[in-house]
C-alpha cells in the first residue's frame, strides 16, 4: 500500500506522550482512531518521528501510515473535524514505501519556555520558574554541549539505548519577554535528555552551579550529576528535518 508522511503539531496536556499506553489517552491513539474513522481502514497503524513524554508538546511532529486510500485536502480537513481541539494535521506527503519517519530524521530541534511571574495564559505550556536567571552563564555553559559526544548524564535511567552519543549542533538561551527560552538542536536525543539538560542550566542559571559545571556533569557519565529534569509543560519539539521533505 502506499505510504503518506502526516505533519501535524499538538498540546500534549492531556496525553500520556504520544504512544500508546493502554488505559491512558495518546496522540497516536488519537491519531490512529481518526484516519480510520476518514478514510475508512480500520487496520490503520502510525509511526511518529518520537516518543514524547507525557504533558510534552510539540510544534512540529511527523508520522507515517501505509493506507489505500490517496490522502488529498478535503481529507485533510476531514481529519481534522475528527481530531480533538488540542491536535490539528497540517501537512501530507506520499512518499516512497520504505522512509520511515523516526529512522529518517537527520536533525530534530526542541524548544523549553520558562516564565518568572504567574500567568495563567501560560499554565501546561511553560516553566513558572520564579528565580531569575543569569542568561549568559546558561549559555558559557552550554558551549559545553556542542560536538558528537557521550550524553549518559542526561539520559534516563533504565534506557535502552544502543549508544548515548548524539551530535549537539546548536544550544542557546535568550531573553523573551518575562521570561526565557531554550533552544537546542542534533541528530537524535536521549530519554529526557532535554528535561535534563534544562534542569542542569537552571541550576548554573540561578548561581547554585558555575558554568563549568556543565563539563563536569557530562564528563562524569552519570545521570545523579545533572540536575533535577525540568517539567514536561516548558517542553516543545519545535522540528524535524528530512532530507526529501521541503
Known amino acids: 500500500m502506499p505510504r503518506h508522511f502526516l505533519e501535524i503539531v499538538f498540546d500534549g496536556t492531556a496525553y500520556s506522550g504520544w504512544q500508546v499506553q493502554p488505559g491512558d489517552p495518546s496522540v497516536q491513539q ?43 485536502e478535503r481529507l485533510l480537513h476531514s481529519l481534522n473535524s475528527v481530531l480533538p481541539e488540542s491536535i490539528a494535521a497540517k501537512r501530507f506527503w506520499s512518499v516512497a514505501d520504505n522512509a520511515h ?19 495563567p495564559f501560560l499554565e501546561n505550556r511553560s516553566y513558572h520558574f520564579r528565580p531569575a536567571l543569569d542568561v549568559d552563564a546558561m549559555n558559557v555553559a552550554c558551549a559545553h554541549l556542542i560536538g558528537k559526544q557521550d550524553f549518559t548524564s542526561f539520559c534516563k535511567a533504565g534506557s535502552d539505548n544502543k549508544t548515548m552519543l548524539c551530535d549537539v549542533r546548536a ?76
Open 30 to 72: 488519537a491519531m490512529e482512531s481518526a484516519l480510520r474513522v476518514v478514510l475508512r481502514e480500520p487496520d490503520i497503524v502510525v509511526t511518529g518521528c518520537g516518543r514524547t513524554d507525557s504533558g510534552v508538546h510539540a510544534l512540529q511532529f511527523f508520522l507515517h501510515f501505509d493506507a489505500r486510500t490517496a490522502m488529498d
Open 101 to 119: 519517519a523516526r529512522f529518517d530524521a537527520v536533525e530534530r530541534g526542541y524548544l523549553y519556555r520558562v516564565h518568572h511571574h504567574k500567568d
Open 171 to 246: 544550544a542557546r538561551w535568550e531573553q523573551v519577554g518575562d521570561g526565557v527560552q531554550f533552544t537546542i538542536s542534533a541528530d537524535r536525543f536521549l530519554r529526557n535528555m532535554v528535561r535534563a539538560i534544562v534542569g542542569t542550566c537552571l541550576r548554573v542559571g540561578s548561581g547554585a552551579k558555575p558554568s563549568e559545571h556543565m563539563k563536569e556533569v557530562i564528563d562524569v557519565r552519570d545521570r545523579s550529576a545533572a540536575g533535577k529534569g525540568a517539567p514536561a509543560c516548558g517542553l516543545y519539539l519545535q522540528r524535524v528535518m528530512y532530507p526529501y521533505l521541503p
